[in-house]
Structures are given as structure tokens and as C-alpha cells.
């Protein structure tokens, strides 16, 4: 049985996946608080979630700001049911032209960034609660240009395996979404021009065997079924990938 009016965390949720959960979160009468880097971004999210969302400026890479969020959630939430770690990054590039300042970025945000929020806020997440990251369909199996998003987020999802072994004994579930090409503002590359994401949206039409990308809503519904429906299932990763990571033919 889900959770009646919950309380959530959704970091990087001023646009893309993290808006839609949101989003969604606040269909189920809830309340959330959402982060985001980008101040625009924030704003607006502000305005388009309404008042029951709290919406701060956050850097994922930010030990501070980190630290900073476990206070802010007390203030504005009390406590937490839910906490769905979506902030990341992703550079299109080859192993020979990735700069050490790309690497550090990513795995800052993708990897460091999600391991001590997690432990920053993990006292305020509440016994039978839920822990929901996002990984990605690239976390294994080789795709070229993404070598350090990829490792980012295998990283990730082992740590995802083993949050769920620790937190047993709280009754604290953790599991996993894995996106592949989802229909974003970004198109999951992050800083990419309007020609190159056009160009990486045909390639994953063309790769994906439903022949088509997913949307925001869509992996926002499995996030939130792993959350609060999904109640004897823990340390699993639910690909909405439209079959890519199976490489399904027909």
C-alpha cells in the first residue's frame, strides 16, 4: 500500500525526470522539497509546482550544500518518506578527449554527490521508507563516448545494492530506475548543442527496440512504484529503456 500524503527529497528536480517526480509525488498529495543548480531552472519550478513543494537552490557536487540540505529538510519537512537521488550529468565524450575537470565533474555529481546525500539525510529518512535512485541503461554493457557517466552511475547502483543490505535492519527499501533515451531538455547530454541532441535523439529512436523515447512521466511512474508501492522489493533495478538494455529484436 503506498504511502497517504508523503514527504519526499527529489534532488535535480527542477526539470526532466526529477520535475516529473515531483510532480508526481504531489498528485499522491504530498509534499516535496526539490533541488537544482541552475537558478533559472529553480524559479521556475517554483512557480509551476506550487506551494507544497519547497524548492532550493542545491549543488549535487557541494559538500556544503549537502550538509546544508539536512537542516533544510528538518525546517521544511520534519522528516522524510521517500528520497529519490536524480541529480546528475552526462558529457558526450571518447575516453581520449575526456579532461581530468570533466571526470572530477562527473563523478562529483553523479557518484560523491549522491553517496553523501544519501548519508546526510538518511537520519531523517523515516524506518519503512524509500530510497530510489536513477542510474542509467549505460551503467553496464559498453556504450562508447559515456566512459566516465557510465562508470558515474555503476557506481551508483552498487552503491544502491549495498544501502540495501545496510538499511534492513530499518526496514528501508532502496532500489533503482534505469533510463535510456528519455525525452528531456537535454536529451541526457549535458552543455550539448540543439544539432547534437537531435542528432543523439534519432540514434536512440533507432536503437531503442520500441522504437521510440520514453518519457518523463514514464520513469517518474516506476520511481514512484519502487517508492511507495513496490513493498517486499529492495536492491532491484527497473530498466525504462523501451527494451534497450535487452537488445530486444522482433
Given amino acids: 500500500m503506498g504511502v497517504i500524503a508523503p514527504r519526499a527529497v527529489v534532488t535535480g528536480g527542477t526539470h526532466g525526470i526529477g520535475l516529473a517526480i515531483a510532480k508526481a509525488v504531489l498528485a499522491r498529495e504530498g509534499q516535496v522539497l526539490v533541488t537544482g543548480l541552475d537558478e533559472r531552472r529553480v524559479e521556475s519550478a517554483r512557480d509551476e509546482l506550487g506551494p507544497r513543494a519547497f524548492v532550493v537552490r542545491s549543488d549535487a557536487a557541494s559538500m556544503a ?6 537542516g533544510i529538510v528538518d525546517d521544511r519537512l520534519g522528516g522524510v518518506d521517500a528520497l529519490f537521488v536524480n541529480a546528475g550529468v552526462a558529457y558526450g565524450t571518447p575516453v581520449a578527449e575526456t579532461t581530468e575537470e570533466l571526470y572530477d565533474r562527473t563523478f562529483d555529481v553523479n557518484t560523491k ?3 553523501f546525500t544519501v548519508r546526510r539525510l538518511l537520519p531523517r529518512l523515516k524506518d519503512g521508507g524509500a530510497i530510489v535512485f536513477t542510474t542509467s541503461v549505460a551503467d553496464e554493457g559498453g556504450a562508447a563516448g559515456l566512459g566516465p557517466y557510465a562508470g558515474s552511475k555503476a557506481a551508483v ?3 544502491a545494492q549495498v ?3 545496510e538499511l534492513l535492519p530499518r526496514g528501508i527499501r532502496v532500489n533503482a530506475v534505469a533510463p535510456g533515451f528519455i525525452d528531456t531538455p537535454s536529451m ?4 550539448a548543442s540543439a544539432e547534437e541532441r537531435a542528432a543523439f535523439s534519432k540514434a536512440g529512436d533507432a ?3 520500441m522504437k521510440r523515447h520514453g518519457t518523463p512521466e514514464e520513469v517518474a511512474a516506476a520511481a514512484l512504484f519502487l517508492a511507495f508501492d513496490a513493498t517486499f522489493t529492495t536492491a532491484v533495478k527497473l530498466p525504462v529503456d523501451g527494451g534497450l538494455g535487452r537488445r530486444l529484436t522482433g
Avoid at 65 to 70: E, H, V
Fill in 113 to 115: 554527490g549522491a553517496f
Fill in 157 to 159: 547502483w552498487s552503491f
Fill in 207 to 209: 536503437v531503442t527496440p
Fill in 65 to 70: 550544500d549537502i550538509d546544508a540540505l539536512g
Fill in 188 to 191: 541526457g547530454l549535458t552543455g
Fill in 163 to 165: 544501502l540495501a543490505a
